[in-house]
């Protein structure tokens, strides 16, 4: 190779490094900035996505009021209660409460109720096939048969002897009678007048006798009859017969098998442990009715607070489903728990429509005192949050306006407001929370709102929430990893020039050998 080559070569070697370590150059020094502009660039769009001063005014048309059921009151002034919050578990009356079980040993023919029915007292839950049953009646009727044949075997033969000796006693008469006219026209002798006067009267002391002996016999074996068929009969009410079955059962001469299992008391079947073809015995709970109206509701206070706690109170019950209910405080225990410090108070309340079921956990607002503060109180519907704090939306002739409001008590009667609003100034009592959604699904129809005292949502976001610093924080996060990431170009940099200054290098050891 000649020399003019040769240098040719490598000026081109000098200006391919030099261009190579150009691009390298401005490539790190464009990638730090474009980084730096990204991470800012995201840093500004969290914060612009989370930055909001608050609820926006919402205007909505007729169409849309009714649409989601807009309902408007007027704040009004009230006697607030003074009341006691806390817990309770619904309980069954304990005096309401029955298990049935069958009197007799049989085997389970029908079942006619089931879990969850609303019975009435006398109603035949099942039909038990007993054995026992069947063999007291066949025996009533048995021995009544018997005690009827035996008066009729009496009645028989001693009237027959009476039927008799009243013809003998109208003999002896005619007798008696004859010797007696003789005796007075002085034929016939004394003595046979004597014999005929005794002979008479013998014989009416002998059918006397027989009647007597009638009447009493018959008396006796209907009275035996009489006392035989009630004890049977007490026996099968015993066993759970009704004293109709039985009736019916002694005028047909028809026995049957078949015992009802009848419900003692009216109330719900909370409880079903029957079968067809089940054998049942009288020491099986086969249903549990309770009657669940009224019901009791046990609370539970604390310590210090049972001298507030006194027998007749009313006590507002709220269900998890936010149905109400009033009941009365009827007693208060004696005995504070030593685990919670609580004291258990009994609560009786009526149960229309079975609202209240045993075993639900509820709500409880004691009334405490008689009510003589007057507060601003409205319904709980009326209240929505941003940000864990409440407002409502005030009615204004065109729209409806965010009112952010300082909450007090919770009552049967409502929310108290302390701060925020004004009497008679017009809120939206239902569908707030549709307003607050048609708002969120429309942040541009409205004007931000801020009230007067309150800090900017910008100052709040710095000022009060943690969440700001730890945007700071994530900044200073992405500014160290953009300076590692520039460090790291520019050593990969001086790592693509080394390899470059080496390959120039042999490249001059091997023209070196061929020149």
Known sequence: MNRSSQSFEKAAYKWHFSALAMLIFLAVCFVYPVQLSFAHSGDNEAFNAGESSGPEEIEVNEQGLRAIDIQLAKVRSTTLKDILETTGKVKADETRAFDVNPTVTGVVKAVYAKQGDNVSKGKVLALVHSIEVATTLTQLLNDRTRINS???????QLKGDITLQTKQVQLSKVTFDREQGMLKEGISAAKNYHEAKNAHESAQVKLLTLQQRLEQEVKLLEKQLAVTTANAKGQLLIMGMTGTAVDTAIKTGMVTADLPVIAPVGGVITLRNITLGQRVSPEDSVFSIVNLSPIWIMIDVFQEQIPRVKQGQQVWIKTPSKQELRGEI??????VDDATKTLSIRVIADNPNGILRPGMFVTAQVVVGQGTSQALVIPETAIVYFKERPFVYEKHEDHFQ???VTTGLKTSQGVEIKEGLEVDETIVVSGA???QAQSVL????????????EKSAHEEHHEDHPEHQEGHGKESGNSAASLMIFFAGAASSLVAVAIFAFFIRRS??????DA
């Open 433 to 435: 929370a549709q307003l």
């Open 330 to 335: 009827s007693s208060v225990g004696s005995v």
């Open 442 to 453: 429309k942040p541009g129809s409205g004007h931000s709102h801020k009230e007067e005292g």
């Open 402 to 404: 965010p009112i952010f």
């Open 150 to 156: 035996d008066i009729a075997r009496v009645q028989t």
């Open 508 to 513: 001059r050891k091997g023209d070196a050998k």
